[in-house]
């Protein structure tokens, strides 16, 4: 595929200008966690598409794992998380990271997040994969929205913060092999070159490439692509994790049905009322999201039914109620009471495991750029994100690459200066309907590259896609759907090629035709990276590079 460098045209000899010293592209909960951690005598800039609220961090009804039961110890959070990560997990990062996690959380606190509590203390839930009690909520299944609260007051008190909303970051300005800040289009709809010491990228996932998703709709990868156009390295494109229930009826949103229903003692039922997890599984309804997602289609399949059903129905209505209200309320609009109706669910795309390459600190391989949370691919994870894990994983990476990238700013020269980049127009080739090919592409990676997968499926899309790409990545657009359509393609892309490319089934990539996991092969990671030329070409060739990282197999209990 080829792709323009910058999507759009600017001279910085006549365009609007900005300096700052950080600058943070996403308001979720990583995004504005580094905003927070850089020094108060720094200016920081804080880029959001939509409004703060509009990000997957405030729609999260899951909690945050963390070790804070004198019966949990760090040492089984560990084990919990590589297990569930297919033995594709950095075990030093896993290790810092749950560490962390109590501190991170009590911070929180200390910054007005109400947690919900029993007899003055935490109460901790339990989730798929956890060994232990050890996940924080708020108000029952809204802690996304409790967290970003909190998180957001704090940021608008903080002098040197400043916000902008409803920006679309179009493109990282790069030169002479740095970042040096990005292209902004605002609600004026004039590019703005923003022009900062450090940025870091935290522009959440991509679950809008595909037709079912828990996403909101500014999901759209953004962040993999301009990291991919500015010759950043992407790592584990083909790891997404499908959430296994989300709410299907015709007519609504996917609103996810959170982890911690199941935590708290829900059956999936088939079509015919049968309990079908116990037979995938010895840990039935508390398997692994990947497992559990797994399970459900081919139940599907075996049923020729849509969809599966969660039951509460002999749980305590009252526990229900008070433990789910938003969940109940959802419900409630399309006539079902969720303690005794059973849930249409089925598997929606989620979490996108793999991203931008980051080392311990957020330092991607670009210079001047950093990245922390749902757009990076940090280790954290491996090939299944384990339930609870990624508000942590937000909160711990946002404070460091802030921090270092606090450093940087500090330490590298005082004077700012706007340097003169030219992106030159294209020719605008026949106006077609963007909304049609959006719908089209988001269709055909639910069917292809989705939770099962084979090479036959994958390579169908990659030939789809590319037919996409050639009319619509050469096309001059001046609006964010069309932005976004070129970023979702680009975005897709890469998860497609680095599908095709694993050739076995591990964690949240399950292949039919290579049913199996392949450790002697395949127990590695891959990256694709554009080949930018001198920094700033005009046009660049994706070309895609596995690498094989190999380690020293883990035993299961690791």
């Known amino acids: 595929m080829i792709t323009p460098r910058y999507l ?3 001279d910085s000899r006549r365009a609007i200008h900005r300096f700052t010293d950080v600058l943070v592209i996403g308001g979720g909960l ?4 580094a905003a927070n951690a850089v020094e108060p005598n720094l200016s920081v800039l804080v880029v959001t598409k939509d409004h703060l609220r509009e990000s997957n961090s405030n729609y999260a009804q899951g909690g945050i794992a963390g070790v804070l039961d004198p019966e949990d110890c760090f040492d089984d959070h560990v084990r919990d998380t590589l297990i569930a990560g297919a033995n594709l997990c950095d075990r030093d990062v896993v290790d810092r990271v749950v560490r962390e996690g109590p501190r991170r959380i009590e911070e929180l606190i200390r910054w007005g997040t109400q947690f919900d509590t029993d007899a003055g203390e935490l109460a901790l839930g339990r989730e798929g994969g956890h060994s232990h009690e050890r996940i924080v909520h708020a108000m029952g299944d809204a802690t996304g929205r409790e967290v970003m609260r909190a998180v957001i007051d704090r940021s608008r008190e903080a002098p040197n913060i400043d916000i902008w909303e409803n920006a679309f970051t179009v493109d990282l300005l790069t030169l002479e092999g740095r970042c040096r800040g990005a292209v902004i289009v605002g609600q004026n709809e004039r590019p703005t070159m923003v022009w900062a010491k450090e940025t870091i990228l935290c522009t959440g996932g991509v679950g809008q490439v595909f037709r079912e998703s828990t996403n909101p709709s500014v999901a759209t990868g953004d962040g993999t692509s301009i990291a991919y156009r500015a010759g950043v390295q992407l790592r584990d494109m083909e790891f997404i994790q499908f959430h296994p229930t989300v709410l299907y009826i015709a007519g609504s949103s996917r609103s996810l049905i959170t982890e911690a229903v199941r935590g708290e003692g829900a059956y999936l039922l088939d079509s015919h009322g049968d309990r079908f997890m116990p037979n995938y599984d010895d840990r039935a309804e508390l398997a692994p999201r990947d497992i559990v997602s797994q399970s459900i289609v081919s139940q599907m399949s075996a049923t020729s039914h849509p969809c599966v059903y969660l039951s509460l129905a002999h749980l305590d209505p009252k526990l229900v109620l008070s433990r789910f209200p938003g969940i109940a309320a959802t419900c409630k609009q399309f006539g079902l009471d969720i303690t005794t109706d059973r849930i249409p669910v089925r598997p929606g795309a989620h ?29 954290l994870h491996g090939a299944n994100r384990l339930a609870s894990n990624s508000l942590l994983e937000g909160l711990v990476y946002g404070a460091h690459a802030g921090e270092a990238a606090s450093r940087a700013a500090a330490e590298g020269p005082h004077k700012m200066i706007a340097y003169r980049i030219q992106q ?33 499926g994958l390579t169908q899309a990659n030939e789809q896609i590319r037919s996409f790409s050639a009319y619509v990545m050469s096309h001059q657009f001046n609006s964010v759907e069309g932005w976004e359509l070129q970023n979702l393609l680009l975005t897709a892309s890469a998860m497609t090629s680095a599908a095709l490319a694993r050739c076995e089934s591990r964690g949240v990539h399950f292949r039919s ?34 690498t094989f990282d190999h380690v020293a197999p883990q035993s299961s209990n690791d």
């Open 513 to 546: 035709d290579y049913s199996e996991v392949d450790n002697e092969n395949w127990r590695c990671h891959q990256t694709q990276q554009i080949d930018v030329d001198g920094g700033y070409p005009v046009r660049g060739e994706l070309i895609t590079r596995p």
């Open 8 to 10: 759009l045209p600017f």
């Open 30 to 33: 990583a995004g504005l966690r």
């Open 351 to 379: 979490y996108m495991i793999g991203g931008v390459t980051v080392d311990s600190q957020g330092r991607t391989n670009l210079p001047g750029l950093w990245a922390a949370g749902e757009a990076t691919s940090s280790g």
């Open 424 to 456: 030159t127009a294209r020719e605008h080739s026949q106006a077609f309907d963007i909304a049609d090919v959006r719908v089209s592409l988001k269709s055909l990676m639910g069917r292809l590259v989705g939770v099962q997968r084979d090479a036959d």
